[in-house]
């Protein structure tokens, strides 16, 4: 039986295994190092792959990645990437989980430089988001002159796997960007 008053969604969050992440994260801003660093890694992972891929394995990469603790990935021996390989709970494709390590190494650094990951990153958005009022999901771009930027300065700071695609993936995951169609019931909410 059909719900009498169900929620508008963005026509990617329609399927039920979507719903909870569309409803509840996506677009929200974000401003933890500790989960950006996390949303910055698991977009790079999902590069060539879908999102929902990424998502179902999520709570693994955490378990392999310590929880996306920055210092302690960055701390990471070749061993532990190596034994990350081997884990079917996660993609194992090598250049995408020595990155993490690498990304680690990175975020330590701009860390050291800004004060936090969060200052960073938001300042590529002048700490607030963008409100775009999209009407279909046709009309969201898949990167924007901004992610532009922001992916080239991250490539120059040692990050891997932060081509422009990617960024804008990340700006609208953590909030960076309103990329909620206007019909959606989140838009007016994040």
């Known amino acids: 039986m059909a719900s009498k008053n169900p929620k508008q969604r963005c026509p990617w969050g329609n399927s039920a295994d979507m719903h909870d992440y569309h409803d509840t994260e996506w677009g929200t801003p974000l401003h933890d190092d ?3 660093f996390e949303f ?8 060539g792959l879908s999102w929902r891929t990424i998502l179902l394995k999520r709570e693994h990469y955490r378990r392999v990645f310590h929880d996306f ?10 061993r532990e990437l190596e ?5 079917p709970g996660i993609v194992r494709n ?14 330590l650094k701009v860390i050291d430089e800004f004060g936090s990951l969060d200052r960073y990153l938001w300042s590529f958005v002048d700490g607030k988001p963008i409100r775009n009022k999209w009407t279909g999901q046709g009309d969201v771009p898949a ?3 901004v992610s532009d930027r922001m992916s080239k300065d991250l490539k120059k700071r040692g990050f891997r796997f932060v081509g422009t695609t990617i960024c804008y993936a990340f700006m609208q995951a953590t909030g960076m960007v309103n990329d909620h169609t206007v019909s959606c019931f989140r838009y007016k909410q994040v």
């Open 34 to 36: 500790r989960m950006l």
């Open 40 to 47: 910055l890694c698991l977009e790079g992972a999902q590069a």
């Open 69 to 78: 603790d920055i210092a302690r990935v960055a701390a990471m021996k070749d």
């Open 83 to 87: 034994k990350a390989l081997l884990d």
């Open 94 to 107: 090598r250049l995408k989980v020595y990155s993490t390590r690498d990304n680690g190494i990175a975020a």
């Open 143 to 145: 990167s924007t002159p």
